[in-house]
């Protein structure tokens, strides 16, 4: 079975600085991996996948996440936050065995609070 | 615009009464999700379909019902027989052209019991 842990529930970070937000994840096969974005009372918005090829994949809003398939993660990372990327973040996995009916197993979920 | 839709925003309900959540979508998408979120759980997967009058149960779905009549429309109905339905109630679409297509959210309902 797979399954997604996000290792932080909360990351305070100062406006401007970098954040890194941590998913690993565990399956026995290949997977496609995303990261979604959640501002409050809202739904999910993609911020960006991996399917295949390059490892480091590039999305909106200038983040970017690494996969890296031997230690089993995808973590996310932009270089400088602003106060608007104040929101929840969910890192979710798919199976290519799964894939043709889409279901994804998300993580609990990161908190990112950027301060002025 | 295409989107999903979803309505109500909010919800309240007595405890015992059915209610159904609507989701609809104009973009001629094959599959549907309805998701539950609570506070530190993440998303989990209730009820999906990818064909009309055809539908699957995901991880969560005692308590709940769906149907799928037209491919727009996805109800969701929370029964009384769910013991804790008090959350985010998630809607999802997507195609079903390529692998991994991604899958777009409706803006959600908040069901409270009261």
């Known amino acids: 079975a797979q399954s997604v842990t996000q290792l932080d529930s909360q990351v305070p970070v100062f406006e401007e600085a970098p954040v890194e937000l941590r998913c690993n994840y565990s399956?026995?096969?290949?997977?496609?991996l995303f990261w979604y974005v959640q501002y409050p009372n809202q739904g999910l918005q993609l911020l960006l996948k991996?399917?295949?090829?390059?490892?480091l994949v590039k999305g909106i809003n200038g983040f970017e996440a690494e996969f890296n398939k031997s230690q089993t993660s995808f973590h996310l990372r932009k270089p400088s936050v602003h106060i608007s990327d104040t929101a929840e973040y969910f890192c979710?996995?798919?199976?290519?065995?799964?894939?043709?009916?889409?279901?994804?197993?998300f993580g609990q979920g990161t908190t990112l609070q950027v301060k002025p | 615009d295409g989107g999903i839709t979803q309505s109500p925003k909010y919800l309240f309900r007595k405890e015992g009464q059915n209610v159904t959540l609507s989701c609809e979508q104009n973009?001629?998408?094959?599959?549907m999700y309805w998701y539950r979120q609570d506070p530190g759980q993440g998303l989990r997967l209730i009820y999906y379909?990818?064909?009309?009058?055809?539908?699957q149960k995901g991880d969560i779905a005692e308590g709940y019902s769906v149907s799928r009549e037209k491919k727009e429309s996805f109800p969701l109905t929370v029964t009384s027989a769910q013991k804790n339905p008090t959350a985010f109630y998630l809607c999802?679409?997507?195609?079903?052209?390529?692998?991994?297509?991604?899958?777009?959210f409706g803006p959600g309902t908040r069901l409270t019991v009261l």
């Open positions: 999802a679409s997507r195609s079903l052209g390529l692998p991994a297509d991604t899958q777009y």
């Open positions: 399956s026995s096969v290949s997977v496609y």
């Open positions: 991996y399917l295949s090829g390059s490892t």
């Open positions: 979710a996995v798919s199976d290519y065995g799964s894939s043709n009916t889409g279901k994804l197993i």
């Open positions: 973009l001629n998408h094959d599959a």
């Open positions: 379909s990818q064909i009309v009058n055809d539908f």
